[in-house]
């Protein structure tokens, strides 16, 4: 009956570390998309205009915050699930389900928010190109993308600050 009770714990264990490992990676994958693509179009913009190379950073940085809200809420699963605490808090099966699906929210709308921020900030580099005066506008509507990534990053971390 012991190695039963460790197995349900064995397998909460893996479910909480997979949730951190989803809420991670996803939200990661689609920031290193998004800033990739931003980045290429900071380098052009900025190897014809280079004193708009600033300006091009901020556009280029501003995907990368969903891979940031991806590893607060993995490391927030590991520590309300008591991970860090060295094995002092049995994780169960239903902690590790409950973790996978606080992480699905941030992985999920994190991937998806970072990629088309990234177009987004790519449009805006090619206004900058034309009009300098237009990086408030283009903060703006890049900015806007981002509040998703903000309501994806709530509804996951709220329940696990919650929950656990």
């Given at each position: 009956n012991s190695s039963a009770l460790e197995s349900t714990s064995d397998v909460g264990m893996f479910?909480?570390?997979?949730?951190?490992?989803?809420?991670?990676?996803?939200a990661g994958l689609g920031s290193a998309i998004g800033v990739g693509k931003a980045g290429q179009a900071a380098a052009a913009l900025s190897a014809e205009q280079p004193d708009k190379f600033g300006k091009a950073l901020v556009l280029q940085?501003?995907?990368?915050?969903?891979?940031?809200?991806?590893?607060?809420?993995?490391?927030?699963?590991?520590i309300k699930c008591g991970v860090f605490a060295g094995g002092t808090?049995?994780?169960?099966?239903?902690?590790?389900?409950?973790?996978?699906?606080?992480?699905?929210?941030?992985a999920i709308v994190g991937f998806v928010s970072a990629i088309h921020q990234?177009?987004?900030?790519?449009?805006?580099?090619?206004?900058?190109?034309k009009r300098s005066e237009e990086f408030g506008h283009a903060m703006t509507m890049t900015a806007m993308v981002e509040t998703y990534a903000l309501f994806g990053l709530l509804v996951s971390l709220l329940p696990v600050l919650l929950l656990f």
């Open positions: 479910l909480v570390i997979l949730a951190a490992a989803i809420a991670s990676i996803f940085l501003l995907p990368g915050s969903q891979g940031i809200y991806g590893f607060v809420v993995a490391l927030m699963i590991l808090t049995e994780i169960t099966l239903q902690m590790g389900l409950t973790a996978i699906m606080c992480a699905l929210p941030i990234s177009k987004v900030a790519v449009a805006g580099m090619g206004a900058l190109a």
